[in-house]
């Protein structure tokens, strides 16, 4: 008699659930309990990414530049090609504390960069 196990999908947040029936699943497999499955029985629904900030028309926003120095600088948008370009890198953000905050993570990553080549 075989006995057909039947697997629903569910919604999971936490990875550490999904590894858990991937390893129940891996054992029961490896014992004969399952012979069979069906692909991407482990595909997990993530929730959607939080949408990065954007500076409204004329809103004022700060970015960082990289000439000599990491510098943040401040302007408003006005939906022209460098606010776009800027936007695209991840380098708009709404305050100078975040700018500046980012500059240095910058500056260590391309300091790093260096000392790993």
């Known amino acids: 008699m075989t006995t057909k196990l039947r697997f629903v999908y569910y919604r999971a947040d936490d990875p550490d659930v999904i590894e858990d029936y991937q390893e129940l699943i891996t054992l ?3 014992e004969g ?3 069979e499955m069906k692909p991407n029985v482990f595909e997990m629904v993530r929730p959607a990414e939080p949408e990065r900030w954007k500076p409204k028309e004329a809103e004022s926003y700060w970015w960082l530049s990289v000439e000599k120095v990491v510098q943040a600088w401040t302007g408003n948008w ?3 090609r460098d606010d776009l370009l800027r936007w695209e890198l991840g380098n708009c953000f709404k305050t100078k504390a975040e700018a500046e905050r980012a500059g240095a ?3 260590e990553e391309f300091l790093d960069f260096h000392k790993d080549s």
Do not use: G, T
């Open 78 to 80: 006005r939906n022209h």
């Open 105 to 107: 993570k910058l500056k």
């Open 33 to 35: 309990i399952i012979r």
């Open 28 to 30: 029961m497999m490896a």
